[in-house]
C-alpha cells in the first residue's frame, strides 16, 4: 500500500478520533490551568505569611529593645527605677524566644546592674541602713556606675542589629 492510499483510508477514521479526542483534552487542558494557578497562589501565600511573620517578630524585639533603653535612660535619670526594672524583667522572659541567646544573656546582666545600681541607690538614700561614711563612699561611686550604665546605650543598639530595616519589597 502506497503511502497516499494509506493515509486516505485513514482519514474518515482520524476525523472521528479528533472529534472524541477534543473534549478529554479540552478537559485536560483547564486541569493544568487550574493546578497551575492554585500553585501560583499557594507561593502568593507563603511569600505573604513569610512577611507577615518578620513584621510581627520586628514588633516583638523593638518591645524588648525599647523596655532595655528605657531602663537604662531611667537609671540615670532618677532615683527609683522599679517600675522601668519590672518592664525590662518582662522583656528578658520573652527573649529567649524571639533573640539569640547570647543577647538574652547580655539582657540579663544589663537586668542583673541595673537592679545592682537601683538597690545601692535605694540604700544611700536611707541613712539608717549603715555607716555614714561607707553610705557617703557609696553615693560617691554611684554616680559613675550610673554614667557607665548610661554609656552602654551604643552597646544595645549594636546587640540589636537584627531590627536594622530592610526593603521587604525585594
Not at 61 to 81: G, I, N, P, Q, W
Not at 117 to 139: F, R
Request: glycine share 4%; charged share 25%; net charge neutral.
Amino acid at each position: 500500500m502506497h503511502y497516499l492510499e494509506w493515509v486516505k483510508a485513514l482519514e474518515p477514521h482520524a476525523l472521528e478520533w479528533l472529534k472524541a479526542s477534543g473534549i478529554p483534552a479540552l478537559a485536560a487542558a483547564i486541569a493544568f490551568a487550574s493546578w497551575r494557578s492554585t500553585r501560583s497562589s499557594n507561593q502568593w501565600q507563603i511569600r505573604i505569611a513569610r512577611q507577615k511573620l518578620k513584621h510581627d517578630l520586628y514588633d516583638r524585639r523593638f518591645a524588648v529593645y525599647m523596655a532595655f533603653h528605657e531602663l537604662m535612660v531611667a537609671v540615670a535619670e532618677k532615683s527609683d527605677v522599679d517600675a522601668e526594672l519590672r518592664k525590662a524583667n518582662a522583656a528578658r522572659a520573652h527573649s529567649p524566644f524571639l533573640l539569640d541567646p547570647e543577647v538574652t544573656q547580655y539582657l540579663a546582666g544589663l537586668h542583673t546592674e541595673a537592679f545592682r545600681i537601683n538597690a545601692t541607690n535605694k540604700l544611700v538614700g536611707d541613712p539608717s541602713m549603715g555607716d555614714p561614711v561607707e553610705l557617703t563612699q557609696m553615693g560617691a561611686r554611684q554616680g559613675s556606675d550610673k554614667l557607665t550604665f548610661a554609656n552602654r546605650i551604643p552597646e544595645l543598639v549594636q546587640k540589636f542589629e537584627c531590627l536594622k530595616l530592610n526593603d521587604f519589597s525585594e
